[in-house]
C-alpha cells in the first residue's frame, strides 16, 4: 500500500509500504494510484515527495505475483500518469531503487538519492527486460551506450555514478526524504514541460548500426543462449530509432515473450533459491534462526597453495585479520608476493587501499593460538589433515572454530583428531577462492549449529552464497561432477572426442566444456585420488574395477606427464605449458582410437542429445539421491550450488529445476534406457525418489520438499 500525508504545508509525501523491500504489488501500485490523485486534486500541494518505508525506495514489481494472473493497476499508464502530472514529482531514493522501482523514479520529474543508494535496472536477471518504460526512458536520460550496459548486465549503480550518469539530480548524505522535501519545494510552480523524460530525443549516437551491431554480438556470447539479454539490446534499439510509443510497443512485445518463457521461470525461481539457501536446517531440527553463531574477531589460514591463497585474501578484503601459515618456506615467500599483487589489484577495481596489513604471514603453527577460526587448505590428504587437526586442536584457544576446505574428504574423520568435534565443519572453497561466489559448508554428524551458524555467517560477510550440507564424499557438488566427468570419459570410449562432448556442453550454456575444464583444473588431482583410492593404478588399462565401469583414459593421459594447462599437453594441445588456449590435438585422437582397438570397442556417431544426456541425467539422478540421504535440505540448495560453484547456465535453473523443466518422467525413461544399455554403471539406475515424484505425477520443484519430508518420515 503507500501512504499520504502533507508536509512542510504544500509537499505532498507519499510513502510506499510493502517490507521488507517496498515491491509494487497490487496493492502498492493500487495504493500510488489513490495517493497520487489525492496529491493532485490537493489544491494546498504544490509539489509531491514520493519515498519508501524503512530507508528502501522499492525493490521493483513484486516477482511473487509474476506466477499468478495479474490484478491492480497496471505499471505502465501509473507511471505515466505520474509524468504527465502538472505538479513536480520528486523521487526520494534511499536504500534500492531497482527495476520497476527505478522506473517509477523515471516517471518521476526529478530524482534526489541518499549517497548509499543503488539504483539499476536488474530486469535481465530475472529473464525480463524493463518493460515499463524502463527500456525508453533511460536511453532518452544518459544515452544509449551508458543504458545499453546497465540494461544488458541488470548491474546496480551508487548512487554517485547515477549522479554522474544523470540519472539522479542530486546525492545527499543527510535525510533523503527531508533533502526532497526541500528541493520539491524550490520546483513547485515551475515549468515541467522540459522534465519528462519519455518526450525527450534519444542522444544521437554515431554509426548506430556499428553501435548495435558490435553491442549485440557481445551481448551474444556472454548470453550463452540466454534470451533477455538480446531482447534487452532489441528494446533499446527501439528507444534509439523510434519514436517513444512506438517504442513502448516494441518493449511491450519483446517483454510478452520473455515473460512467459522458460528461463524467466529458471531465473526467478534461482533468485528465491539463492535466498532460501540462507535459511538452512540441519536433519537434527536445528535451523538458521535458532542457532546463534560464534563471534569471528580473527582468522587463520593454513597452507598457502592455490586455495589457501584465494582463502586468505577473500578474509582480507571482508575486513578480517588473518595468520596464514605455509610450512615451505619457498612457497610462503611466492604466496606472500602472490597476495599482495592479488590485493593490490582488487583494491584498484574497488577504488579503494590494499588491506595488506591484514594479512601475516607465518611458518610457525604456533601462531594460531589466538585466532577464532581456522581454514586448513593443505595438501588433500587424508593423514596430513588429520596430523594437521591434532596439531591445531593443541594449539588453539579453546572454542576455535576448525574447518576444512578439502574438496570431499570425511569431515568427521578430520573432527575426532580434536578435543571439541562439534566445533569442526567443512568450508569448502571453489577456486579462484577470491573470485568464486560459492561456499559449501558442511556439517558432519558432529557439528554443532553453533559451529554451522558461525561457518555460515563468515561466508556471508565474504561476500559467498553459503549452503549447508551433510558430510559424504565429495560433499554435494564433487559428489555429482564425479559423474559428469566419468560419463564424458565413457563417451570417448564409444566415439566421442574432447571437441564434441565440450562443444554439446558449451552450448548447452557451460562456460567450459568438461575436457576443457578438466585440462584447467589439472588432471593430475583427481589421478592423485584416485591412486589414494587404489583405483587408479599405473600401468593398468582394467575396464571394469571394483565390479563396475571404468575408465582408465585420464588416468592414462597423466602417466604421460598430461596433466593438462600447466603442462602443455591434457584432453588438448597448449602452445606451451600454461596457455590457456585449447587446440585439437592429433595425438589424442590417435590415442583413443589405439585404446578402443585394445578394448575391442567399435567408435559409433555420438549426438549432441545423446552427449547431454548422458552427462546430465547421471548428474540430476544423483541429486535425487543426495535429496534422499538428506544431505542437500532441498532442491533449491543443489542447484545455487550448481549455478555458483560449478557454472551450470542460471537461465537453466540448475539441475533439479532442469530436470523439472524438461519432464520428470522423460528424465526417468532416459536414465532406464542408459542403463539398460550399461548394466556395468550402477548410478544409471534411477533412485527411488524420482520414481516417487514422477508416481505422485511430478510436482513443481517447489513442492518436492514435502515429499522428501514424507520419505523420510516413513524411514
Ligand atoms: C507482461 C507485463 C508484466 C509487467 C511486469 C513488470 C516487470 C517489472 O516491473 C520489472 C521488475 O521490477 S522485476 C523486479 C526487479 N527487481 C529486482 O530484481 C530486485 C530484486 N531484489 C533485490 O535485488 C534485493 O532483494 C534488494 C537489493 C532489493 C534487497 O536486498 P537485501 O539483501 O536487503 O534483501 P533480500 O534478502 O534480497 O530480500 C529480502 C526479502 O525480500 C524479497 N524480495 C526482494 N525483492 C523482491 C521483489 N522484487 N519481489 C518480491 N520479493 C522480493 C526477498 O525474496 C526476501 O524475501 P524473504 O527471503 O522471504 O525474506
Ligand atoms: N585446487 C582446487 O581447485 C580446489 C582445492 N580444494 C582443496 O583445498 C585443499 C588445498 O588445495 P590446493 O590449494 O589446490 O593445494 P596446493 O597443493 O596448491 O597447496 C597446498 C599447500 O599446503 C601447504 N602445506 C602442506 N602441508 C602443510 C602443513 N602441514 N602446514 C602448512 N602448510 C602445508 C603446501 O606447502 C602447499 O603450499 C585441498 O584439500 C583441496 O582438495 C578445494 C576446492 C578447490
Known amino acids: 500500500m503507500a501512504q499520504y500525508s502533507r508536509i512542510s504545508g504544500s509537499v505532498g509525501l507519499i510513502t510506499l509500504k510493502n517490507p521488507p523491500v517496498n515491491a509494487l504489488s497490487a496493492a502498492v501500485r493500487q495504493g500510488i494510484v489513490d495517493t497520487v490523485e489525492k496529491a493532485l486534486c490537493d489544491p494546498q500541494v504544490k509539489s509531491v515527495v514520493i519515498c519508501g518505508q524503512d530507508g528502501v525506495f522499492c525493490g521493483g514489481a513484486d516477482v511473487k505475483e509474476f506466477e499468478k494472473s495479474m490484478s491492480g493497476p497496471p505499471l505502465i499508464p501509473m507511471i505515466h500518469s505520474i509524468e504527465c502530472a502538472t505538479k513536480p514529482m520528486v523521487a526520494a531514493i534511499e536504500g534500492s531503487a531497482l527495476g520497476g522501482g527505478l522506473e517509477l523514479a523515471l516517471g518521476c520529474h526529478y530524482r534526489i538519492a541518499h549517497s548509499k543508494a543503488r539504483l539499476g535496472l536488474p530486469e535481465v536477471t530475472l529473464g525480463l527486460l524493463p518493460a515499463a518504460g524502463g527500456s525508453q526512458r533511460l536511453p532518452r536520460l544518459i544515452g544509449v551506450p551508458a543504458a545499453l550496459d546497465l540494461i544488458t548486465t541488470g548491474r546496480h549503480v551508487t548512487a554517485a555514478e547515477a549522479l554522474q550518469l544523470g540519472i539522479v539530480d542530486q ?12 528541493f520539491a519545494l524550490s520546483v513547485a510552480g515551475k515549468p515541467l514541460d522540459a522534465r519528462r523524460i519519455s518526450t525527450y530525443p534519444c542522444p544521437v549516437v554515431t554509426d548506430l548500426d556499428a553501435l548495435f551491431e558490435d553491442v549485440m554480438q557481445k551481448v551474444r556470447q556472454s548470453a550463452r543462449g540466454a534470451i ?90 571482508a575486513g578480517l585479520p588473518v595468520v596464514t601459515v605455509e610450512a615451505q618456506e619457498k612457497q610462503l615467500m611466492e604466496a606472500k608476493r602472490v597476495m599482495s599483487d592479488m590485493l593490490k589489484r582488487g583494491a584498484k577495481r574497488r577504488g579503494v587501499a590494499p588491506p595488506l596489513d591484514k594479512i601475516s604471514y607465518s611458518s610457525n603453527i604456533q601462531d594460531l593460538a589466538d585466532v577464532d577460526l581456522v581454514i586448513e587448505a593443505v595438501f588433500e590428504d587424508m593423514d596430513l589433515k588429520k596430523k594437521v587437526f591434532l596439531q591445531l586442536s593443541a594449539v588453539c584457544k579453546p572454542g576455535t572454530l576448525l574447518c576444512t576446505n578439502t ?38 554428524p558432529r557439528s554443532s549449529p553453533q559451529a554451522v551458524a558461525t561457518a555460515m555467517q563468515l561466508g556471508k560477510k565474504m561476500g559467498k552464497i553459503s549452503v549447508a550440507v551433510g558430510n559424504c564424499r565429495g560433499f554435494v557438488g564433487n559428489r555429482m561432477l564425479k559423474l559428469y566427468t566419468e560419463q564424458a570419459s565413457f563417451l570417448l570410449e564409444e566415439g566421442a572426442t574432447p571437441d564434441l562432448v565440450d562443444r554439446a556442453i558449451e552450448e548447452f550454456g557451460f562456460p567450459m566444456g568438461v575436457f576443457r575444464m578438466s585440462d584447467l583444473s589439472g588432471l593430475d588431482i583427481g589421478w592423485r585420488v584416485r591412486k589414494e583410492m587404489k583405483l587408479a593404478v599405473p600401468g593398468q588399462s582394467a575396464r571394469i574395477r571394483e565390479g563396475r565401469r571404468y575408465s582408465p583414459l585420464g588416468d592414462l593421459l597423466c602417466e604421460q606427464g598430461r596433466f593438462g594447462q600447466k603442462t602443455g599437453r591434457g584432453w588438448y594441445r597448449y602452445n606451451k605449458p600454461g596457455d590457456r588456449v585449447a587446440h585439437s590435438d592429433p595425438w589424442l585422437h590417435h590415442f583413443l582410437e589405439e585404446y578402443r582397438a585394445q578394448h575391442g570397442l567399435v567408435a559409433r556417431r555420438i549426438d549432441q542429445q545423446e552427449i547431454l544426456e548422458r552427462c546430465l541425467y547421471p548428474m540430476i539422478n544423483e541429486g535425487f539421491r543426495i535429496l534422499q540421504d538428506g544431505i542437500a535440505a532441498g532442491p533449491e540448495d543443489i542447484d545455487v550450488i550448481y549455478v555458483f560453484g560449478y557454472g551450470w547456465p542460471r537461465h537453466c535453473g540448475g539441475p533439479m529445476f532442469y530436470a523439472s523443466m524438461v519432464g520428470l518422467e522423460k528424465v526417468l525413461e532416459r536414465l532406464e534406457h542408459y542403463y539398460q544399455a550399461h548394466p556395468d554403471v550402477p548410478y544409471l539406475q534411477p533412485c527411488s525418489l524420482l520414481r516417487r515424484l514422477v508416481a505422485i505425477g511430478s510436482p513443481p520443484v517447489q513442492k518436492w520438499r514435502e515429499v522428501i519430508k514424507n520419505l523420510h518420515s516413513q524411514l
Open 171 to 182: 546525492v545527499t548524505d543527510h535525510k533523503t526524504v527531508d533533502a526532497a522535501v526541500k
Open 407 to 444: 574438496s570431499g574428504l570425511d569431515v568427521d574423520q578430520l573432527a575426532s583428531q580434536t578435543r571439541n568435534p562439534e566445533l569442526v565443519v567443512g568450508m569448502h572453497f571453489f577456486a579462484p577462492a577470491h573470485v568464486m561466489k560459492l561456499l559449501e559448508v558442511v556439517y558432519g
Open 228 to 317: 533477455a539479454p538480446i531482447a534487452c539490446v532489441q528494446a533499446v534499439r527501439a528507444a534509439a530509432t523510434l519514436p517513444y510509443t512506438r517504442g513502448m510497443e516494441r518493449e511491450k512485445e519483446l517483454m510478452a515473450t520473455l515473460f512467459t518463457s522458460g528461463q524467466a521461470r529458471a531465473l526467478q525461481y534461482n533468485f528465491f533459491a539463492q535466498r532460501a539457501v540462507g535459511k538452512w536446517r540441519m536433519p537434527s531440527g536445528a535451523r538458521w534462526d535458532t542457532s546463534t553463531p560464534r563471534p569471528v574477531h580473527k582468522v587463520a589460514v593454513i597452507g598457502l597453495g592455490t586455495m589457501g591463497r584465494g582463502i586468505a585474501v577473500a578474509l582480507a578484503q
